[in-house]
């Protein structure tokens, strides 16, 4: 199974992305989901997810995100956003889409989760 994401690009310090993950080959509402991301020359990171829309709704964002992003889900078009305002420079990474563990403290993912392409975010002056 192949997430697939779509909406990163590049913006100045303070812009606005928001980016999508969504499959034809399963229910997202079956599933937690989240945002990983990867910057360069550091490990990867739980940036955000969502419980599964069947068990109590958890919500999970990393402390350096809290307050700017917001993720989100539309049952209708089985799909998961991450809306990101006030980007940083140090929001810059590859951003993935993947299913795992949503919990109050973390992202916990593994690799034989379900997981997108990557899509790169870059914020730059």
């Known amino acids: 199974v192949q997430l697939m994401e779509s909406g990163g690009g590049s913006v100045q310090p303070g812009g606005s992305l928001r980016l999508s993950c969504g499959t034809h080959e399963l229910s997202l509402d079956l599933y937690d989901v989240g945002w990983v991301r990867q910057a360069p020359d550091k490990e990867r990171e739980g940036v955000s997810c969502a419980s599964n829309f069947y068990n109590t709704e958890v919500r999970y964002y990393t402390d350096s995100v809290k307050g700017r992003f917001t993720i989100s889900r539309d049952r209708a078009k089985n799909e998961v956003y991450l809306e990101m305002t006030d980007l940083k420079p140090e929001d810059t990474a590859i951003y993935y889409c993947?299913?795992?563990?949503?919990?109050?403290?973390?992202?916990?993912?593994?690799?034989?989760?379900?997981w997108g392409q990557g899509t790169p975010v870059t914020v730059s002056s």
């Open positions: 993947a299913t795992g563990h949503c919990t109050d403290d973390q992202f916990a993912t593994h690799p034989s989760n379900y």
